[in-house]
């Protein structure tokens, strides 16, 4: 191990250069996608990982000039400590995603058995990301809150996605845009499930009246 680190090869200098941009890179796209645990745990990491770069040349500055005591101390307490900080952030993310994962994947499952025995299923807002993760939405068309529109089509390219309606009633399945229009689209399920009379009843008796102004 020694020799290893008082002759870093080109080769292996520039993997490491290689695996740092990676590393970076991989940690921007979180950042960029996550959500705000995920950007703070690359914020962490990132900083972990800048005092590993600065011990790691500091080390390979040593190694170059053969200065082996420096090597050692700059690897056992520097470069072993900010490695083992990115290993504790990494590791213990990966154990809760993982939990997360689980639990989704449950939930996504749980989604498909029900969609084998029920006649009618809804969703409001984003809850059709849901359906469409659960694999639900397949060549349907479907709608969501209009910040998450092009949403549907990353998770599932064949969804027909109808923007602008306030819910999309696919046989089944049918689908709310914002939160509000789930008041819309309870009403027209109590219209198919009953008349055109009840859902009017329900609308007058809860007093919802969007066309009209104030």
């Not at 990982?49 to 082996?68: C, K, M, P, V």
């Not at 399945?173 to 009953?194: E, N, P, Q």
Request: glycine share 8%.
């Amino acid at each position: 191990m020694l020799e290893y680190r008082l002759q870093p090869s080109p080769q292996i200098l520039a993997r490491f250069d290689q695996s740092a941009t990676a590393l970076v890179a991989a940690l921007g796209a979180i950042r960029a996608d996550g959500d705000t645990a995920d950007r703070a745990l690359a914020d962490r990491v990132l900083l972990a990982h800048q005092d590993y770069l600065a011990a790691t040349d500091q080390l390979f500055g040593a190694a170059n000039r053969g200065d082996a005591p420096t090597v050692a101390r700059v690897n056992n307490n520097e470069v072993l400590a900010s490695h083992l900080a990115i290993e504790q952030e990494l590791t213990g993310a990966a154990a809760d995603k993982h939990q997360l994962t689980l639990g989704g994947w449950a939930h996504l499952q749980w989604l498909r058995e029900q969609r084998q025995h029920v006649p009618l299923m809804t969703s409001v807002c984003t809850g059709s990301t849901v359906f469409a993760a659960a694999g639900l939405l397949h060549d349907r068309a479907a709608t969501t809150n209009r910040t998450a529109l092009d949403q549907l089509t990353r998770i599932d390219e064949t969804i027909i996605v109808k923007p602008g309606q306030q819910y999309v009633d696919d046989g089944d399945i049918i689908t709310a845009a914002g939160i509000s229009a789930g008041i819309d689209m309870a009403l027209h399920i109590v219209g198919r499930l009953t008349t055109p009379e009840r859902a009017r009843q329900v609308r007058d008796g809860i007093e919802y009246h969007p066309e009209s102004t104030r």
